[in-house]
T-cell receptor, first 111, second 114 residues
C-alpha cells in the first residue's frame, strides 16, 4: 500500500530564506507527483505536477524535483515571503488518477 | 481558477439524517473525485468517477454513495450521517488521462454531524 510522508510537519523561517520541503513515498511505481498549497480554511491550489518521466519542474520561485528510484520529491522555495505561509501538500498519482496525499508541511514565513 | 463549485459550503446535520453534497464543474472533464480531509489523516479518496454513470470506490468509501448522471455533476450522499463523517469534503476534477494529470480542487464543504 502506497504511503506518503512529509517532513517536517511544521517549519518556521525568516523572510528571504531559501527552503526545502520533503516528500517521500514507499512505492516507486507512481504515474505523477503533484504539489499543492492550502491556505487555512481554503481549498487546494495546484503548484506543480511532475510526470514520472521527468526529474524536475519549475514555476517562478518554486522548483520541484522527483527521484522515483529513491521514492523522494523535494519542493524548493527561493527567497521566501510572508505570503508563502501555508500548508504544502504532496500527492502521488496512482492508476486512474487517484491521489495519495502526505499530511503536509505547515510553513510560516516571518517578516 | 478551474470552474468547480461545491454546495452547500457549510452544513450542520444530526446523526441518522441523509445528506447530499454536490460538485458542479464547467470544464467538461471526464474524471471527478470526492475526498475528505481530517486532522491526523490528511486527504483521503472516498469515491471517484471516470464518466457518466461510471464510478468506483476509493480508500474510505464505507457509508458513502455517489452518482453521476451528467458530466458536470457528481453527487456524494451520506445515507445516514454519523459523527465520524464530520469532516471537510473536497471535490476535484481532472482532464482525460487515466495515468493522472493535474487535479483541480473545489473550495470544500464543511460538514458537521451532531
Amino acid at each position: 500500500k502506497q504511503e506518503v510522508t512529509q517532513i517536517p510537519a511544521a517549519l518556521s523561517v525568516p523572510e528571504g530564506e531559501n527552503l526545502v520541503l520533503n516528500c517521500s513515498f514507499t512505492d516507486s511505481a507512481i504515474y505523477n507527483l503533484q504539489w499543492f498549497r492550502q491556505d487555512p480554511g481554503k481549498g487546494l491550489t495546484s503548484l506543480l505536477l511532475i510526470q514520472s518521466s521527468q526529474r524536475e519542474q519549475t514555476s517562478g520561485r518554486l522548483n520541484a524535483s522527483l527521484d522515483k528510484s529513491s521514492g523522494r520529491s523535494t519542493l524548493y522555495i527561493a527567497a521566501s515571503q510572508p505570503g508563502d505561509s501555508a500548508t504544502y501538500l504532496c500527492a502521488v498519482h496512482n492508476q486512474g488518477g487517484k491521489l495519495i496525499f502526505g499530511q503536509g508541511t505547515e510553513l510560516s514565513v516571518k517578516p | 481558477d478551474a470552474g468547480i463549485t461545491q454546495s452547500p459550503r457549510h452544513k450542520v446535520t444530526e446523526t441518522g439524517t441523509p445528506v447530499t453534497l454536490r460538485c458542479h464543474q464547467t470544464e467538461n472533464h471526464r474524471y471527478m473525485y470526492w475526498y475528505r480531509q481530517d486532522p491526523g489523516h490528511g486527504l483521503r479518496l472516498i469515491h471517484y468517477s471516470y464518466g457518466v454513470k461510471d464510478t468506483d470506490k476509493g480508500e474510505v468509501s464505507d457509508g458513502y454513495s455517489v452518482s453521476r448522471s451528467k458530466t458536470e455533476d457528481f453527487l456524494l450522499t451520506l445515507e445516514s450521517a454519523t459523527s465520524s463523517q464530520t469532516s471537510v469534503y473536497f471535490c476535484a476534477i481532472s482532464p482525460p488521462g487515466p495515468s493522472g494529470d493535474t487535479q483541480y480542487f473545489g473550495p470544500g464543504t464543511r460538514l458537521t454531524v451532531l
